[in-house]
């Protein structure tokens, strides 16, 4: 049951550029969505987020985009630094469920080279 | 900065053994959650507790575990026989509200031999 879908497993970038990580979505019931940066050994930390009213949030070099239509968001992180480097997951959240549980994608290993 | 704490950072034990995992989810946060990561795979939802009660579980969390706020400060994980299929890193979260952002812990690494 893949509902949050990161297609690329991996993605490498050149100090100062932009990434891009992208997640696909199938359950329309899903209203909020996440990003989160984990590193090896560690557990997910939160970086930003958006609601399913918006269709941007920006915040310093990071910014999420959504796309309804598409149930597709990315996120975009310029410029890129090598301390970017880590695994990004995309997590989502809906109100049909009393508990909030997160559905979390696969996640993107993005290396970013100096 | 406030955050999420977690105790053990490694646990080994034998199949069949009771495991406690223990967290200390932020102050004002009422919200709290158990998630698992098995080696290579996603991030999974166990289960999510609110004002001394599960409000949401997953096929995961079976009759083997259970969750308790024993104290002000705690909420912990309990598995009682565990299996070599439970060997993952554990994560606790919580959040300030039910729609709120989850902030998660460092995780546990359990190994079942």
């Known amino acids: 049951d893949q509902q949050v879908k990161q297609n690329s497993p991996s993605l490498s970038v050149q100090e100062g550029r932009i990434s891009i990580l992208n997640c696909d979505y199938t359950?329309?019931?899903?209203?909020?969505f996440l990003w989160y940066k984990k590193y090896p050994a560690e557990g997910p930390t939160f970086l930003i987020s958006?609601?399913?009213?918006?269709d941007k949030n920006e915040d310093g070099r990071f910014t999420v985009f959504l796309n309804k239509s598409a149930k597709h968001l990315s996120l975009h992180i310029v410029p890129s630094q090598p301390g970017d480097s880590a695994v990004y997951f995309c997590a989502a959240s809906g109100n049909n469920n009393a508990g909030n549980m997160l559905t979390f994608g696969g996640g993107t290993r993005l290396m970013v080279k100096p | 900065e406030p955050e999420v704490t977690q105790t053990p950072s490694h646990q080994v034990t034998q199949m069949g053994q009771e495991v406690i995992l223990r967290c200390v989810p932020i102050s004002n946060h009422l919200y709290f959650y158990w998630y698992r990561q098995i080696l290579g795979q996603k991030v999974e939802f166990l289960v999510s507790f609110y004002n001394n009660e599960i409000s949401e579980k997953s096929e995961i969390f079976d009759d083997q575990f259970s969750v308790e706020r024993p104290d002000g400060s705690n909420f912990t994980l309990k598995i009682r026989s565990t299996k070599l299929e439970d060997s993952a890193m554990y994560f606790c979260?919580?959040?300030?509200?039910?729609?709120?952002?989850?902030?998660f812990g460092p995780g546990t690494r359990l190994l079942v031999l």
């Open positions: 359950n329309s019931m899903f209203d909020y």
């Open positions: 958006i609601s399913s009213i918006k």
């Open positions: 979260a919580s959040s300030v509200g039910q729609s709120g952002t989850q902030y």
